[in-house]
């Protein structure tokens, strides 16, 4: 019983060190050729995390969920994306909506 338990927690550690790595290493086919910081604009009436370009823009992401790990308020981070067709937002600080393909956290 006791081997069972010291294997069974051995295999959840195991685990949890693959999911750290996946988290800091490129998780998209395409390259991260942008750069940007995440920004919490919740203080604004319907807004969320929104990406602050290099060059000023703010993106949202229609994919955050996917990307919740690399997409941590204050992370500067290198991505890729797509852009989305235009959507109904109350936001309206945002300069476009994007589907993230490549994110990662700059060092």
């Known amino acids: 019983m ?47 995390i929104l990406i602050l370009t290099s060059e000023g823009k703010k993106l949202s992401p229609i994919n955050f969920d996917q990307w919740a790990a690399v997409l941590q308020v204050g992370n500067k981070i290198s991505f890729g994306y797509k852009e989305a067709e235009p959507m109904m937002s109350i936001c309206m600080v945002e300069d476009g909506f994007i589907e993230i393909t490549c994110a990662v956290i700059q060092e």
């Open 2 to 48: 006791r081997k069972h338990i010291i294997l069974t927690l051995s295999f959840m550690y195991f685990l949890v060190l693959l999911a750290c790595n996946t988290q800091k290493k490129n998780l998209g086919d395409e390259k991260c050729t942008h750069s940007g910081e995440v920004k919490d604009y919740s203080e604004l009436d319907g807004c969320k």
